[in-house]
Nanobody, 126 residues
């Protein structure tokens, strides 16, 4: 059974940094993609960054390119989202998710992800 546990959210001032963690178990990275998504109040859930199946490529939403970095520590079965130069518009609940056979930029879309974490709140405010 695939399970995801997120951590690392919090309150940070504009320009600050946070690192989110997604501890995963029960799946093979060779078949499963891992993505980070976020949902702000009143808005649809959107893709932020992802590792496509096989870790072949990483993808980022235009709004976070150059500021966010996704990475994986295989020894810890954990995927990270390093968020730098945070802006108030980055405020949202952030979720990690995983799903099979999500190749290419498809991994930025919510469709196809089967397992979601519980979400962690990120608030960027002075």
């Amino acid at each position: 059974q695939v399970q995801l546990v997120e951590s690392g959210g919090g309150l940070v001032q504009p320009g600050g940094s946070l690192r989110l963690s997604c501890a995963a178990s029960g799946f093979s990275k060779d078949r499963y993609a891992v993505g980070w998504f976020r949902q702000a109040p009143g808005k649809e859930r959107e893709g932020v960054s992802c590792l496509s199946t096989n870790d072949a490529y990483t993808y980022y939403a235009d709004s976070v390119k150059g500021r966010f970095t996704i990475s994986r520590d295989n020894a810890k079965n954990t995927v990270y989202l390093q968020m730098n130069s945070l802006k108030p518009e980055d405020t949202a609940v952030y979720y990690c998710a995983t799903g099979p056979n999500l190749f290419g930029s498809r991994c930025l879309l919510t469709h196809g992800y089967l397992t979601w974490g519980q979400g962690t709140q990120v608030t960027v405010s002075s």
